[in-house]
């Protein structure tokens, strides 16, 4: 007897169809009840403490504020767009060198152990310390933001492309050499599909640190993005509108996050993750 099925009658389980009723309906419910609790917190704590509105605006004004900039043409059209190409390109090409570099210490172990003490020195190196060179080499311009966002998102997509091709079970492989397929066979027909779902998934890190990366970038040069737009609200004291920028970072990350996790069923929909996530849609 499956989960789906009692005694291969087709019908299933009723404590599994109340459990997932309750699991889909939870994010329903559950999203607007932190707002509201959040709410609630916000203005009690302006209400006790008395805070200024200069350091903690109340929750209407940063609605209003909110509000304003999401019907504004400019910041979609400058701002949003800026941060847009910026953080896609800068996830491109972490995308090419972190596959490449994947699959390259995935399969060779000596170059594994040469290149990955340096790689590693890259990440842990704060990048506020490098985001000074960038603007030094590529100017004030996007290329500073695309680089930064880049050196920041590789990482992720490195390891787990490594990581996939060192877990290619070893039947797969004995196949691939039994039949005499050429290296470009296997890479495209065997290396790559399996792999697909670890690259996927060191992409939902990336993206988020993509655009991390190309917002801290425009805080430290340039005059277009978010990150610059907020800086600017911040120096002129607009405290409500710089609170509703961060709530319009945060909707922005939080979309391109979900593009992403979308893609999964699209390019693995025979993954064992995303069969499970099927499952428990229906």
């Known amino acids: 007897m499956t989960t789906k ?7 299933k389980p009723p404590g599994r169809n109340w459990r997932r009723a309750i699991d889909r309906s939870l994010v329903w ?26 350091v903690l605006p109340g929750p209407a004004a940063v609605f209003e504020a909110l509000k304003e900039q999401v019907t504004d043409p400019y910041i979609w059209k400058v701002h949003v767009w800026a941060t847009f190409t910026e953080t896609l390109w800068g996830l491109g090409i972490a995308i090419v060198i972190g596959v490449t570099l994947g699959f390259l210490i995935g399969k060779s172990r000596v170059l594994a152990r040469v290149l990955k003490p ?45 990581f996939g091709i060192q877990s290619l079970p070893r039947s797969l492989r004995e196949m691939g050499t039994s039949v005499g397929a050429r290296t470009w066979y296997r890479f495209g027909r065997i290396e790559l599909p399996y792999t697909l779902a670890y690259i996927l998934a060191g992409l939902e890190v990336a993206i988020v640190l ?6 801290v ?3 430290l040069g340039g005059d277009k993005g978010l990150g610059r737009y907020a800086l600017n609200l911040q120096n002129n004291l607009q405290i409500d509108m710089l609170f509703g920028s961060i709530v319009l970072m945060a909707a922005y990350g939080l979309v391109l996050y979900g593009i992403v996790v979308a893609l999964k069923y699209f390019l693995i929909p025979w993954h064992e993750s995303v069969r499970v996530l099927r499952e428990d849609q229906i």
């Open 5 to 11: 099925d009692v005694a291969g009658t087709g019908v």
């Open 29 to 54: 419910w559950s999203t607007p009840l932190v707002l509201v609790l959040l709410y609630l917190i916000w203005k009690a704590y302006i209400a006790i403490t008395g805070v200024s509105p200069f």
């Open 118 to 162: 340096f790689i590693v020195a890259t990440q842990v190196t704060p990048k506020v310390a490098l985001a000074p060179l960038f603007v030094l080499w590529f100017g004030f311009g996007p290329g500073s933001k695309i680089a930064l966002a880049a050196i920041v998102s590789f990482f992720p997509i490195m390891t787990n492309t490594a």
């Open 210 to 215: 993509a655009t991390i990366g190309a917002i």
């Open 217 to 219: 970038g425009e805080y």
